[in-house]
């Protein structure tokens, strides 16, 4: 069974549209997929039955401003509640552009097999949204969720970055960015019957400060969580090569340059996930017809 797992990485998670163009271009089709942050969103929308090319269609839709930041709301809760607030961007006009791609649909019953990631601050762990799974072995970074969800629930959940979005509150539960405890989850393609592996993992080169000023709120949060989070999966991808050896192609999509929310450049990016592909072809034949 031949699992696709898709890391998180803000903006460029449109990397991951431009690696499912090629993909088809080589007639590769997952059996299902596994994905975190800006990775759920796009795993959510291919499980949801849209092929490569209507993806690119739905994420040229998407703009900089469908991620604003929240300013009356940062205010009001600093000025008039004297609290700090619960975000900073506003992730609705976003939903609301996905929500009809999405309607009516649940993480059990998509056309295509799928697993969503997030992190519950209740429990303090890892949850993924999706079918039933049975793992054997050494426990997953992430606990099953009991109860079946609206695909569009568990995305909101999984690209909840912390401090940036708000968390959302699901069956008693606060939850954000699937990241936090596994941005990679290649444990859970494992764990959902995976006997192959295509990775696709997103590496923000730009996290390094080598500015003479000093790094804003934004740029001091973001980097940070993004350093935290490129440990931790390298961490988890190491453990799961060493425990499963399940046969894997992986690409490492080093990237910078890009705000999390910035984007711009969302083309050269779509461009750049399919070459990435078109580069390891034959790799990518081998283990497909493996």
């Known amino acids: 069974m031949l699992g696709l797992v898709l890391s998180g990485g803000g903006v460029y998670g449109f990397l991951h549209v431009g690696v499912l163009q090629g993909l088809a271009e080589l007639g590769i089709v997952p059996d299902f997929a596994v994905g975190t942050s800006a990775g759920a969103l796009v795993a959510g929308l291919w499980a949801a039955g849209y092929d490569p090319d209507r993806l690119v269609a739905m994420a040229r839709t998407l703009e900089?401003?469908?991620?604003?930041?929240d300013w009356r709301h940062?205010?009001?809760q600093l000025v008039r509640r004297r609290r700090l607030p619960?975000?900073?961007?506003?992730v609705e006009p976003l939903m609301a552009k996905v929500a009809p791609w999405v309607e009516g649909l649940t993480v059990r019953t998509l056309p295509r097999r799928c697993w969503i990631t997030a992190t519950s601050l209740t429990r303090r762990r890892g949850v993924v949204f999706g079918p039933p799974l049975a793992p054997a072995g050494p426990p997953m970074a992430v606990e099953a969720w009991p109860e079946d969800v609206p695909l569009a629930t568990a995305i909101r959940a999984s690209i909840a970055v912390p401090g940036l979005f708000r968390p959302v509150r699901v069956g008693g539960e606060w939850l954000v960015d699937g990241g936090v405890v596994d941005d990679y989850p290649v444990d859970v393609a494992v764990f959902a019957g995976a006997t192959r592996l295509i990775g696709v993992m997103i590496e923000d080169r730009a996290a390094e400060w080598t500015a003479a000023e000093t790094p804003d709120l934004f740029t001091t949060a973001l980097k940070s969580l993004t350093l935290m989070l490129e440990d931790a999966a390298g961490t988890r991808r190491e453990l799961v090569a060493r425990?499963?050896?399940v046969r894997a192609v992986e690409l490492r999509l080093a990237v910078e340059g890009q705000g999390l929310i910035d984007f711009r450049q969302r083309d050269q990016l779509i461009a750049l996930g399919l070459e990435a592909t078109?580069?390891?072809?034959?790799?990518?034949?081998r283990l497909a017809a493996a």
């Open 64 to 69: 900089t401003g469908d991620l604003p930041i």
């Open 74 to 76: 940062i205010s009001h």
């Open 86 to 90: 619960d975000h900073l961007v506003s």
């Open 243 to 245: 425990t499963f050896g």
């Open 278 to 285: 078109r580069a390891r072809a034959d790799a990518l034949r």
